[in-house]
């Protein structure tokens, strides 16, 4: 799709993601569809990359006219972090907050995470406008002790209350916002789309068989339950196999913890991207996602948009994405989730009933040409003064 006629382009930064191209979980991927929709419909658009993510020569990154880094249209920028867990997110934001607020390039700061956007203020100072996303309400995850939690819920109440406009990717969150901050917050959820996928010969390096195996794809995270996915999967007879898709980053004992549930018919892959991960989604006989903390999960956008049959926890995220479209088991409980898996695997009727229906709600509802309309609609707003905080 092309811009509205009548409308300028606009100068867009995006703040929060690790990079571009997508390369690490669910903010960069949503940042990189949007972005490159955006480019190709005429607005000038920065995406804020760490230092360490650089990725110049392959990947689609090139060098631009200019001498500056592209990818699909979009002005890559590099700016420093201090790499450890806690400082790594704080100190790359804030460095491109000051950026932004003192060359004021953009006409539109948008960042992404409610721990980046603890600096909506910097750019506010310089009078360009802020959007903030929240993806998820970080803050909740097992992995972050009390400091971290902290900030995290620091950066979430600056948004809320200091953005031109606050996105949320979920309803549940929406309504979070309303009840915490009484605050309005556009809801503009996750998307997937699906290009062609060419064949299964790519699945051969793993040791895998079209439509043989169930499918879990994310950052290993222990939040994830991938351990009672293992465990569930591994007490069934048969010889389907389980593939996890996806790297623990920074590495713990969490992963050594799941290779020791693992018998030889789990498969983990690492990280894997493109059209090997297209072709991954397109043959698994199931899709799982097993976890108790989500936001609006990217996986199950790309499982629906592949007409996967879904199998997931019945957390209220998960019903939100997925709603009729898959089939739930209860969040931890191993047992309902070995007896979802034997359904699932057992019965051909429901799984191409669900996926027919997971197909048709990635066209409808998750769709990224969908969310970037609505993104652009909103960007328009509040450049001209029509924000919340305006």
């Known amino acids: 799709m092309t811009r509205r006629t009548g409308q300028s382009p606009l100068r867009i930064s995006f703040i929060g993601q690790r990079g571009i191209p997508a390369r690490y979980g669910g903010v960069e991927t949503h940042v990189e569809n949007v972005a490159v929709r955006l480019a190709a419909r005429g607005h000038r658009v920065t995406v804020y990359c760490r230092s360490r993510y650089r990725a110049s020569g392959s990947g689609g990154v090139e060098r631009g006219t200019d001498g500056a880094r592209m990818y699909r249209g979009v002005r890559l920028v590099y700016v420093p972090s201090i790499h450890t867990k806690h400082l790594d997110t704080p100190t790359h934001a804030a460095w491109c907050a000051l950026h932004c607020a003192l060359t004021r390039r953009a006409q539109i700061v948008h960042f992404h995470g409610i721990g980046p956007a603890a600096f909506a203020g910097i750019p506010r100072l310089s009078g360009i406008p802020v959007v903030s996303t929240f993806h998820a309400l970080d803050w909740r995850q097992e992995k972050w002790g009390k400091w971290a939690v902290a900030f995290l819920r620091r950066g979430e109440r600056i ?232």
């Open 159 to 390: 948004a809320a209350r200091r953005s031109d406009a606050l996105v949320v990717v979920s309803k549940i969150m929406q309504a979070y916002v309303a009840d915490t901050y009484g605050q309005r917050a556009e809801w503009i959820p996750n998307g997937a789309s699906v290009p062609p996928v060419r064949g299964t010969g790519s699945l051969a390096r793993w040791g895998l068989t079209a439509n043989e195996y169930v499918l879990a794809v994310g950052r290993i995270i222990r939040d994830r339950q991938i351990d009672t996915l293992i465990r569930a999967f591994t007490g069934m007879p048969g010889k389907r196999k389980l593939c996890v898709v996806g790297s623990e980053t920074p590495r713990t004992v969490y992963t050594d913890y799941l290779k020791s549930l693992a018998n030889d018919r789990v498969v983990f892959t690492g990280d894997v991207f493109g059209t090997d991960l297209e072709t991954i989604y397109a043959s698994a006989r199931v899709y799982v996602l097993a976890s108790r903390v989500e936001g609006l999960p990217i996986t199950v956008c790309e499982a629906m948009a592949h007409g996967r049959a879904l199998l997931l926890s019945d957390i209220p995220e998960n019903h939100e994405v997925a709603g009729d479209a898959a089939l739930y088991f209860s969040c931890g409980d191993e047992k309902d989730l070995r007896r979802g898996l034997e359904r699932m695997c057992a019965d051909d009727k429901l799984r191409e009933t669900l996926g027919g229906v997971a197909r048709e709600r990635s066209r409808t509802v998750f769709h990224w040409d969908r969310v970037t309309d609505t993104l652009e609609s909103l960007y328009y707003r509040v450049v001209a003064g029509k924000g919340r905080n305006s």
